[in-house]
Nanobody, 124 residues
C-alpha cells in the first residue's frame, strides 16, 4: 500500500499563502495520478487539483484556478499545493490522494490511497 503524509497546513489571514506538501512512501510513486481534495464537516470531499504521472498536465477546480498550483517531484516522491490569495472559504482539511486510474480524477471515489489530512484555517 501507499502511505501518504500531508504537511504545511496552518492558520493564515485572508489574502495570504500556504504551501502544502504530500510525501509518499513508495518508489512506485510515478504510477499514480496525484490530487488534492478538501473537506469541511458535513460535506463531501471536494476536488481541488490534480496532476498527472509526469507532472506535465494539471487540472483545477474552478474555485481555485489562478490561485492554487499543484506540482510533483517524482525524484522526491512528493506533491505540493501552492495556495495563494487564500479566502475564508478555502478553510478545510486538505487531503492528498493517489489514484491508479487516469479517469474521473475529480471524483474522490476514484482515489485508492489517502493521507490523514492537514488543517488549513483562513481568518478574515
Amino acid at each position: 500500500q501507499v502511505q501518504l503524509v500531508e504537511s504545511g497546513g496552518g492558520l493564515v489571514q485572508a489574502g495570504g499563502s500556504l504551501r502544502l506538501s504530500c510525501a509518499a512512501s513508495q518508489r512506485t510513486f510515478t504510477t499514480y495520478v496525484m490530487a488534492w481534495f478538501r473537506q469541511v464537516p458535513g460535506k463531501e470531499r471536494e476536488f481541488v487539483a490534480a496532476v498527472d504521472r509526469s507532472g506535465g498536465n494539471t487540472g483545477y477546480a474552478d474555485s481555485v484556478k489562478g490561485r492554487f498550483t499543484i506540482s510533483r517531484d517524482n525524484a522526491k516522491n512528493m506533491v505540493d499545493l501552492q495556495m495563494n490569495s487564500l479566502k475564508p472559504e478555502d478553510a478545510a482539511i486538505y487531503y492528498c490522494g493517489a489514484s491508479e486510474d487516469r479517469y474521473d480524477i475529480r471524483n474522490y471515489r476514484t482515489y485508492d490511497y489517502w493521507g490523514q489530512g492537514t488543517q488549513v484555517t483562513v481568518s478574515s
